[in-house]
């Protein structure tokens, strides 16, 4: 019989096949990028609100039906699925109550009625999301949220390291577009979140791309060339080529091949650009741009892309700091988790500031939302001790959106890496702000690297990707003037206008669409026809 673990990651799903009795990973199937139109977490949102839940849902379960073909299974077999993701993923899964998520005030949500909403742990039959045919036997295993901002995902990353155990001051992030964090000071825990945007992940990047075979995950400097680094079919990093970041010159060819970068290796490029006097002033390349490949190029757009993702996690983690009352210098743990938290070089995220530099020790974790669903297929009992943590984890949540704490600092990053300011005007803002200034960064800090990759073991069946999900959606546009401006107008090729028994429809790749951070379609059509609240799923009413 056979066990299926699942993260629903704001970025893109990871989901393992597992063998109850052996205990093995059999296969792991990912997918190229998140099902439901936008960039980030609170696109997403949007979306479903605008559009509904109910298409949402529908995207969501249907991506992860076409996750599970990929499989080769008898799913019959499956007794247990359990599902880790942060609240906004996990509603939208199961088709519960999001509009408290949406709406910060009190106000608001006593207005909408949407107060209190529960999200406890859940067992229940997998019929009532996949119906009857797909998981016939198989339960739905859903881990607690911790109250209703900080889901199962936060959850994880507390739980699969050593950060509860930890006396000393620690930080723990898991790296994403929606950077989940907490920081423990005593028995006191802090929790948070920053909305970093896709670049944090690869995506929003002209050449960017997901941790996934063929991604520049790091570069190495060797003399005036750059040494790229990849991944390769095991997720395994791999020497792709020595090339001069200028001029594109691949002095030396080593195997690997390169089809685009992921975000840790962004941040790597950044760092040694940044050290080797490339970057003197951000966000300005040299020509306008560093070439990492044949076609594999980072701009300086692409600089201003990362750099607000950076600044955004950066500016969380200062703020925790501040707000919890201890000073830089008294941080000594550092916990980085997920694909980025994996593949970055920490020693350049330190230069960054994407990892605290102020942290004594730095300890890199993998996909820790992934190993706890799997510890959950494989121990159902495992789920009383995980609720049981999440009761004794008294939680104080820090809005980000709300803090003047962080928009003072976020406003220094954004300043800093979209307009060049210099780091000594940075800490006059911060004085005007009555902040401390900015921490620094030790000369010396202890990493120490628990996985080598994301996903430690992908199985004896290997890693399958689901490039292009492939889900449609669709709007009759009754007012079209069939004048082409707004397929013309979409930056992803995500749109056709098609006539069918006379009537004209607006199609949408889900996956490609980029949803509230675009919506250039709707604006650009002169005859107002394309009314987004009306997308379904093709063949659905």
Known sequence: MYGIALDLGTSGFRAQLIDLETKETLKTVITMGHPLPGGNVMDHLDFAITTGEDVAHGVIIETIRRMFLKFNADLSKV????????????????????????????????????????????????????????????????????????????????????????????????????????????????????????????????SGMLASPGAICDVKPEGEYWKIIVLDKEMEKQDAYLIHPVTGEIKESYGGEAVGITGTGVISAFSLAMRSGLITKSPKLPNGKLILGPGIEITEKDVEEAGKAIGAIRAAHMTLIVESGIKYEDLEYAYMSGASGAYVDAEAARRLGAAP??????????????????????????????????????????????????????????????????????DQMLELYGLPKLPKTLE???????????????????????????????VPV????????????????????????????????????????????????????????????????
């Open 79 to 206: 007794e247990r699925l359990a599902v880790c993701g942060n609240p906004i993923q996990l509603s939208l899964f199961q088709n519960l109550e999001i509009r408290d998520l949406a709406y910060a005030g009190e106000n608001k949500q006593k207005m909408l009625g949407v107060q209190n909403v529960k999200r406890d742990a859940r067992v229940f039959p997998a019929s009532e999301l996949f119906g009857d045919t797909d998981l016939p036997n198989c339960e739905v295993i859903v881990p607690p949220a911790i109250r209703h901002e900080i889901g199962a995902d936060a959850l994880a990353m507390m739980l699969e390291t050593d950060f509860l155990s930890q006396t000393e001051p620690a930080l723990v992030t898991d790296y994403g577009t929606n950077a989940e964090m907490a920081l423990k000071v005593g028995d006191r825990i802090i929790t948070a979140s920053a909305a970093a945007g896709p670049a944090i992940e690869g995506q929003g990047i002209s």
């Open 357 to 426: 530099g102020y942290a004594k020790k730095i300890v890199q974790f993998g996909n820790t939302s992934l190993a706890l669903a799997r510890e959950l297929v494989l121990n159902k009992s495992r789920l009383d001790d995980v609720i049981e943590v999440a009761k004794r984890i008294t939680a104080d949540h820090l809005m980000m959106a709300t803090s003047d704490t962080f928009n003072n600092f976020y406003l220094c990053e954004l300043s800093y890496w979209t307009m060049g300011m210099p780091l000594e005007m940075y």
């Open 444 to 474: 010396h800090a202890t990493i120490e690297k628990r996985v080598s990759k994301d996903i430690e073991q992908v199985g004896v069946g290997g890693l399958a990707i689901l490039k292009e999900i492939g889900i449609i959606l669709e």
């Open 478 to 541: 009754d007012k079209c003037i069939y004048c082409q401006k707004c397929v013309e107008e979409c930056p992803e090729d995500a749109l056709e206008i098609v006539e069918t028994d006379g009537k004209r429809i607006a199609k949408y790749d889900s996956q490609k669409c980029l949803g509230t951070s675009c919506r250039r379609c709707v604006s650009v059509c002169p005859e107002n026809a394309i009314d987004i609240t009306k997308l379904r799923i093709k063949g659905t009413k």
